[in-house]
């Protein structure tokens, strides 16, 4: 059974920074890619970042130079280095992984940026 837990959103000032993390209770290995979404009420779940099993990353135009996703094997974790954080960037986080044979989501994290 594949578990995504996802921690570290919460409440900061526009120009802050945040750290989300993602522990999985697999191997992250045995992902091809991981990913991160937000949500908003209203709108459909967008990708944020995403990297793959080779460590190629691709970002949301919206967030290219500000957030940064990586990942560390040895604690199953992955994470989502955000700085510069806007109002525009609250939303609810969601961890993703997919094996190839399924797609799994975290419980989600909200962030929220005041301005």
């Known amino acids: 059974q594949v578990q995504l837990v996802e921690s570290g959103g919460g409440l900061v000032q526009a120009g802050g920074s945040l750290r989300l993390s993602c522990a999985a209770s697999?191997?992250?290995?045995?992902?091809?890619?991981m990913a991160w979404y937000r949500q908003t009420p209203g709108k459909e779940r967008e990708l944020v970042a995403l990297?793959?099993?080779?460590?190629?990353?691709n970002y949301a135009d919206s967030v290219k130079g500000r957030f940064t996703i990586s990942r560390d094997g040895i604690k199953n974790t992955q994470y989502l280095q955000m700085n510069s954080l806007k109002p525009e960037d609250t939303a609810v986080y969601y961890c993703?992984?997919?094996?190839?044979?399924?797609?799994?989501w975290g419980q989600g994290t909200q962030v929220t940026v005041s301005s």
């Open positions: 993703n992984a997919r094996d190839g044979l399924a797609e799994y």
């Open positions: 697999v191997s992250i290995f045995r992902f091809n890619a």
């Open positions: 990297i793959t099993s080779r460590s190629s990353t």
